[in-house]
């Protein structure tokens, strides 16, 4: 019967999966496990990231620029403090 069990619990490779990445520590616990679908997910973040980066520069560099002289002034004046 213990052979039975054995056999049973052993898991089934799917050949269609692709790769499977398993981390373990060094007591042998698993600590994660990656996935195909993880490194597209990671990809796809990527990609969406540096299009958004793309389309931030070229609205910043096609923007009109700040007013120079309230900015100036505002940098020279202190704020005032509460006094008690």
Not at 68 to 83: G, H, I, M, N, Y
């Amino acid at each position: 019967m213990n052979q039975f069990e054995s056999k049973q619990l052993q898991p089934k490779l799917d050949a269609n999966e692709g790769w499977l990445v398993q981390v373990y520590s060094s007591n042998r616990r698993l600590l994660c496990v990656l996935e195909p679908s993880h490194a597209w997910i990671f990809l796809i973040g990527c990609g969406i990231g540096l299009l958004l980066s793309v389309i931030w520069i070229n609205v910043a560099r096609y923007s009109p620029p700040l007013d120079q002289t309230s900015a100036q002034t505002s940098a020279t004046e202190l704020p005032t403090l509460p006094v008690d």
